[in-house]
């Protein structure tokens, strides 16, 4: 095994804190956006209306938390191929789809909420990417987690696209379950970011490793 120097062992636990920190900060944001709405998951609205009103920080800072977990988690670790710049395109989706705000009711017609959603698609397509990718010197066992959820992911976004032609998908109509299938993403999305954070102290160093490969 590839020993680490001082400085870089150093740097390299305080990003890992600084991940786990903001996967562990994700799920309590995610649980306090259901309360402070008041609607607990399956939700009934869209996830970007949760970015509405007075409580639209807390969402703010959650989509933040989201996008830059993995980036902490995978620094002065290996990063195979594109994963890095992966992850860089997915964070900033997760800034995009935080700091702009979609329309009240989900109609997502003027610019902005245009843009918002934007942000969100690539946030929900390149961060699952990154993490995947990431994961390619993961033990097996987390390897296989993560292909089967962005498996799962793959099927629920077909589902949010049919939803969102109008289609009742989940028996709750096509608003409900648009909102029904992005919210069971998202939380595919954070199960990812957190298989990330347990196995991330295993994955193999980076440059800056005394005997590492290249």
Do not use: K
Not at 56 to 72: E, H, I, K, M, R
Not at 149 to 156: C, D, N, S, W
Request: charged residues 10%.
């Amino acid at each position: 095994m590839a020993l680490v120097d001082g400085r870089g062992a150093g740097t390299r636990s305080a990003t890992l804190i600084a991940g786990r920190a903001c996967t562990a900060l994700g799920w309590l944001l995610w649980v306090a956006l259901q309360v402070l709405t008041d609607d607990p998951f399956p939700p009934e609205i869209s996830v970007s209306q949760y970015g509405l009103g007075p409580t639209g920080w807390v969402f703010t800072v959650w989509a933040v938390a989201l996008g830059a977990a993995p980036l902490l988690l995978l620094a002065g670790a290996a990063a195979p191929g594109p994963t890095r710049p992966v992850l860089w395109v997915g964070f900033a989706g997760a800034a995009l789809m935080a700091v702009v705000r979609t329309d009240e009711g989900g109609g997502a017609m003027s610019g902005h909420a245009q843009a918002h959603m934007a942000g969100a698609v690539v946030a929900l397509v390149f961060l699952p990417l990154g993490i995947v990718l990431a994961l390619r010197g993961a033990p097996p066992a987390a390897r296989r987690l993560a292909l089967a959820l962005t498996a799962l992911a793959a099927v629920l976004g077909v589902l949010v696209i049919m939803s969102a032609t109008g289609l009742d998908t989940a028996g709750l109509g096509a608003g409900g379950s648009w909102a029904l299938w992005q919210g069971a993403l998202v939380v595919v999305e954070m199960i990812l970011v957190t298989v990330l954070a347990v196995v991330a102290d295993r994955l193999p160093p980076g440059r800056n490793a005394v005997g590492a490969d290249g």
